[in-house]
């Protein structure tokens, strides 16, 4: 679920690296829950050897997964080079989910418009099949799909480039959610039938709103997972 860019290869060596990508990503996602957790603090060290035994793996995709918390913003280099926790400020966060919600919303808007018909219904199953998901790991790939759908759908390779880079920073937030909040599921799906309801519905400027308002959504519950994590860590 938090593949970024997995490549499709043929034959053994290929086998390995698809294998090797997926170790990443298992890897990432659960390095990101503890981070969003409060379980890995701010300046944490992220060592390679340390993780890649404690996962049972080479370092080759404790490694790649450490290259892809840094460029999601939540690892950076420490003083010796390594890899530690980095600090998020919740400005930074506030300005990035906003950020992101401004595209998106621009995005929906657009594939309210231009979304063909077995796209408007393919987006309908996505919502149907999300509101009998009861487990985070699986509506988490659902969330993904849902607007990906829509993002395909508002044909606008440049937007869809813009937030390319958002998403790298806040998907892995806001997946993190539906582990830590055990209601954002339910709230997340609410919203997801809004969305779907003005697109299908050919309605742009609600379209817009309401993944604005999505986004917005997903910051506040972060902020207080955050602020909850925050203070288990106070003396």
Same mark, same amino acid.
């Given at each position: 679920m938090y593949t970024y860019a997995m490549? /499709? =290869?043929t034959g053994s060596t290929g086998e390995s690296q698809i294998v090797s990508d997926? $170790?990443?990503d298992q890897i990432f996602g659960s390095l990101l829950q503890e981070i969003v957790? @409060?379980? #890995?603090? %701010? @300046?944490? %060290? #992220?060592s390679e050897q340390p993780l890649a035994a404690r996962f049972g793996? +080479?370092? $080759? %995709?404790? /490694?790649?997964a450490l290259h892809r918390l840094e460029q999601a913003r939540l690892a950076e280099r420490g003083t010796r080079r390594a890899f530690v926790v980095r600090q998020q400020s919740m400005d930074e966060l506030e300005r990035l989910f906003e950020a992101a919600g401004e595209i998106e919303g621009a995005i929906a808007a657009l594939a309210a418009l231009r979304m063909s018909e077995i796209e408007r219904r393919q987006l309908a199953a996505l919502l149907q099949e999300g509101e009998? $998901? $009861? !487990?985070?790991? @699986? =509506? *988490? *790939? #659902? &969330? #993904?799909?849902?607007?990906a759908a829509i993002r395909t759908g508002a044909r606008n390779d440049i937007l869809a480039a813009s937030l390319q880079d958002l998403n790298l920073r806040t998907f892995g937030w806001? !997946?993190? &959610?539906? /582990?830590? !909040?055990? !209601?954002?599921?339910a709230t997340s799906h609410?919203?997801?039938a809004a969305i779907a309801e003005a697109i299908i519905g050919k309605d742009a400027q609600a379209a817009r709103q309401?993944?604005? +308002?999505?986004?917005?959504t997903a910051f506040l519950v972060l902020a207080e997972t955050l602020s909850a994590a925050s203070s288990d860590r106070r003396p």
């Open positions: 490549k /499709r =290869y997926r $170790t990443a957790s @409060g379980r #890995l603090a %701010p @300046g944490e %060290p #992220l793996v +080479s370092r $080759t %995709p404790v /490694r790649e009998v $998901t $009861t !487990d985070p790991e @699986g =509506y *988490a *790939a #659902l &969330n #993904l799909a849902f607007h806001r !997946d993190a &959610n539906f /582990r830590a !909040d055990a !209601d954002r599921m609410i919203e997801h309401h993944m604005r +308002s999505h986004v917005a």
